[in-house]
C-alpha cells in the first residue's frame, strides 16, 4: 500500500489553499488559493475530477486559517463534493435560465463530460481526431450520464496501459 506523501505548510499569510502531489515530480503544487474558502473547494472538487478522468490519481491537501494560523484540513473527497457539486447562485448568475435555453449548469456539465471523454482518448493515443469521429465524441456526450462517461474514459485509459 502507498503512502500519502507529507503536505508541506504553505508560505505566506494564512488563506485557503489547495495542494496538489505530482508524483511525477514528486513535488506539491498549488492548484488554487484564496482568502475564502468556496472557490478554493471548488476548485479543487473540479481539479480532483479531472485528474480522475484522465485515469490519474488525486493526492490533495487543503490549508487554511484557523485561529489567525495555518491549519491542515481534511481534503477527502466527500469533505470537499458538497461544495463542489451544488450550484450556487450568485448576483450576475440567476439559478434560472428562460425555457429553451441551456442552463449555466447543463452547458458545464457537457463540457465537463466532454473533456473527459477527450482526455480518455488521449491517454488511450489518440489525438488527431476525423470528422467522423468528432462526430462520434459528441454523440456521446450528449446522450450518456457524466457517471458512464467516466466509466468509458477509465476503459480507455486502463486499455492504453497495456
Known amino acids: 500500500m502507498q503512502t500519502r506523501p507529507q ?14 502531489y505530482r508524483p511525477d515530480t514528486a513535488v506539491w503544487q498549488v492548484g488554487a488559493q484564496s482568502p475564502d474558502r468556496s472557490p478554493v473547494l471548488y476548485a479543487l472538487g473540479e ?5 480522475r478522468a484522465r485515469g490519474d490519481e488525486a493526492t490533495v491537501a ?8 495555518w491549519h491542515h484540513y ?33 452547458e458545464r456539465m457537457h463540457d465537463r463530460r466532454h473533456q473527459a471523454l477527450m482526455a480518455g482518448l488521449s491517454k488511450a493515443g489518440l489525438y488527431d ?3 467522423d469521429d468528432v462526430a462520434a465524441v459528441r454523440t456521446l456526450v450528449d446522450q450518456l450520464d457524466e457517471t458512464t462517461i467516466r466509466t468509458l474514459t477509465h476503459w ?7
Do not use: I, N, Y
Not at 47 to 51: D, E, G, K
Open 62 to 69: 487543503l490549508w487554511g486559517p484557523k485561529d489567525g494560523d
Open 47 to 51: 481539479m480532483t475530477q479531472t485528474l
Open 74 to 106: 481534511d481534503a477527502s473527497p466527500t469533505a470537499t463534493a458538497p461544495a463542489s457539486a451544488q450550484p450556487r447562485e450568485t448576483a450576475e448568475e440567476p439559478a434560472k435560465e428562460p425555457a429553451g435555453e441551456p442552463t449555466k449548469l447543463a
Open 129 to 131: 481526431l476525423a470528422p
Open 156 to 162: 480507455l485509459a486502463t486499455a492504453a496501459d497495456h
Open 7 to 20: 503536505c508541506p505548510r504553505p508560505q505566506g499569510e494564512p488563506r485557503w489553499v489547495a495542494l496538489f
